[in-house]
């Protein structure tokens, strides 16, 4: 068990860029999760796939955002224009299923400059 | 809408016991989880109840769920340096599949 890998740990980038984060889940996990935590805060739910099926998507999720899980295995997670609220930790995790625990990577941290 | 409340610091020493409260609004939750938070790292499981249940054991930890009053607690015995962390509490409602998590409750063991 590899656990859940996120790329990269660390982002710093300019306001108004865009950014793309990679979360490679335990590989016989077939529900992917994607979550933002920012500081003194728990982790919210930003959205959820079950194989490449994106199913939910919280209000949170704006149209800069944009999560893709092509083939069921890794999923990706884009923020176009970036804004300075948009600095955060990006946490992803996976279950083997919805009754299951979710099991958390260790985040990609974003810096906004 | 659906909350989840949790004491923001704790303070214990070494080989004390310690007790991190949560309470939650939602009735319909199936699912509660105690997650543990270092610095800079990810969220790592801990422990998790089912809501059928009103008590969990796993060697050091024990986890007391009180349904009717919405009330659930993380007690780790024999507390060590290596405990301190941050403390989530978090919840899983019926209908849903995100788990909704407090602020966190930030546990500090002095030697």
């Known amino acids: 068990d590899t656990g859940v890998s996120q790329n990269p740990r660390h982002k710093i980038t300019k306001r108004g860029q865009n950014v793309t984060f990679r979360c490679d889940p335990i590989?016989?996990?077939?529900?992917l999760y994607w979550y933002r935590q920012t500081l003194g805060q728990g982790p919210e739910f930003l959205t959820y796939f079950q194989n490449e099926a994106q199913l939910e998507k919280s209000r949170l999720l704006s149209d800069r955002f944009s999560a893709e899980r092509p083939k069921g295995s890794f999923s990706t997670l884009e923020i176009q224009r970036t804004e300075q609220g948009d600095s955060a930790m990006y946490l992803c995790a996976s279950s083997l299923s919805t009754d299951q625990p979710q099991h958390f990577g260790d985040g990609t941290r974003l810096s906004i400059l | 809408g659906e909350d989840v409340e949790q004491s923001l610091f704790l303070s214990v020493r070494e080989g004390d016991s310690s007790v991190i409260n949560c309470t939650y609004t939602d009735s319909s939750s199936t699912y509660l989880y105690w997650y543990k938070q270092e610095p800079g790292a990810g969220l790592q499981l801990l422990t998790y109840?089912?809501?059928?249940?009103d008590m969990k054991q796993d060697q050091r930890l024990t986890v007391l769920l009180n349904k009717k009053d919405k009330h659930l607690s993380l007690r780790i015995a024999d507390t060590q340096t290596g405990d301190s962390a941050i403390y989530f509490c978090a919840e899983k409602a019926q209908a849903g599949t995100a788990l909704i998590f407090g602020k966190g409750t930030t546990l500090s063991v002095s030697s």
């Open positions: 590989s016989e996990h077939n529900r």
């Open positions: 109840i089912f809501s059928n249940m």
